[in-house]
Nanobody, 128 residues
Framework: QALLVESGGGLVQPGGSLRLSCAVS????????MGWFRQVPGIARDFVAA????????FYVDSVRGRFAISRDDAKKMVYLQMNNLKPEDTAVYFC?????????????????????WGQGTQVTVSS
């Protein structure tokens, strides 16, 4: 069973940057698409970004496109979320997740039900 551990969260001023990391243990990391989600208290977990298993396709929610960048390093079994020009509304707990299907070739990346392994989350707070 894979294990995901996020890191890199913290407190940052508006306009600042953070880089979140997600370390993945277990085999076959390179066979799976990975996603980032975020959640604020009392609100459902929302899709932020996803990267296909081979890195060839990347998806973002409209509110972060142009500011965030998702990437993966299969050799290190890591997924990253570079977040620039952060806004107070980006404040949330950020989770990385592994897509259920190996070598997923569809176009549905935003539903939480499509992911079966989740990290514990890392808090990102954007405030002056």
């Amino acid at each position: 069973q894979a294990l995901l551990v996020e890191s890199g969260g913290g407190l940052v001023q508006p306009g600042g940057s953070l880089r979140l990391s997600c370390a993945v243990s277990g085999s076959s990391f390179s066979d799976y698409a990975m996603g980032w989600f975020r959640q604020v208290p009392g609100i459902a977990r929302d899709f932020v970004a996803a990267i296909s298993w081979n890195g060839g396709r990347i998806f973002y929610v409209d509110s972060v496109r142009g500011r965030f960048a998702i990437s993966r390093d299969d050799a290190k079994k890591m997924v990253y979320l570079q977040m620039n020009n952060l806004k107070p509304e980006d404040t949330a707990v950020y989770f990385c997740a592994r897509k259920k299907e190996r070598h997923y070739s569809g176009s549905s990346y935003s539903a939480t039900s499509g992911y079966d392994v989740w990290g514990q989350g890392t808090q990102v707070t954007v405030s002056s």
